[in-house]
């Protein structure tokens, strides 16, 4: 994570890189995603504002891990298990988070949820998305 223009940032490395072209574009699109809502709320925005923003996020997030554990499921993938629990505690987490907001409010949570959210995309790209793309029966796009 880096500081850009005061506002923490998720950056692309290269280790990231799973070599498949479609995944590797949704993860950036991601981390996007991830990095806008950052900006946005470093400016201290509403509680309703950062609940919309992380709702859009989770749904994003949700769509994204299906099409992943369906490619698994289509490869059979062995550590398809693992992998989906890993989807299954980011939702949760994001959940929790969302409900942490909705009860105390955003300025509780602020500094927790840019650090629990960086620190999971960045291990879970070089676990758990490095595992599944570097096994030697993978094809790009397969």
Known sequence: MTVLQNHPQIEWRIEFETGDPAIDHEHKEMIGRINSFLVMASDKPDTQRVLESLGDIYAWISAHFALEEATMRAQRYAGRASHKQDHEDLLDDLRDIMDEIEQNGF?????????????????????QDALWHSRSDHQPGT
């Open 107 to 127: 300025a509780n949570v602020e500094q927790t949820i840019q650090s629990r959210l960086s620190e999971w995309f960045i291990n879970h790209f070089k676990t």
